[in-house]
């Protein structure tokens, strides 16, 4: 009898241990399809937290990061109002979605340069000082940079600086 209770035990920590795996890869930062290496689907997932932006030390300079330290592009062939990244562009560079209320602010980064601006899909992305936000696929760490001064999709992409400009570090 004492056995059945013992592997009974261990069955139900295996189910459960499982199912928290399967809750955390739903949670704000972990699974989604947007292709993000952090496994998010573009910042927060569906339904979940306004994104907050803040700033971090990186190898280009000082930059802006999201609440999770992932870092933050602009992409020169955008508009203030309108993002000229869609379908396969967005897969390498996933935008920086709200799902909700305005985004938030924290240290250096500034409240009054934080925007939106809708999608083509109806999807509202995060702009700062009228700079749509993206993360890049080959970032796999926070604090990564990998898509600083890259010319992919037809212009280049590069991060942000708390004043709301890019860092051009080619020169």
Known sequence: MKRRYILGGIAAAAVL???????????????????????????AAPGAMTPG????????GTALVDGAGRTLYLFEADSPTSSACTGSCAQVWPPLLTHGG????????QSAFLGTVQRADGTRQVTYN???LYFYV?????????GQGLDQFGAGWYVVTPAGAKIDSSG
């Open 17 to 43: 241990v499982g199912g928290g795996v399967g809750l955390d890869a739903a949670g704000p930062y972990g699974g989604g399809q947007g292709g993000s290496p952090y496994g998010a689907s573009s910042s």
């Open 53 to 60: 932006i803040g700033s971090a030390a990186l190898a280009p």
């Open 102 to 109: 305005a985004p938030a602010a924290s240290g250096p980064a």
């Open 130 to 132: 009228g700079h749509p």
């Open 138 to 146: 080959g970032d796999r760490h926070p604090g990564d940079a990998h």
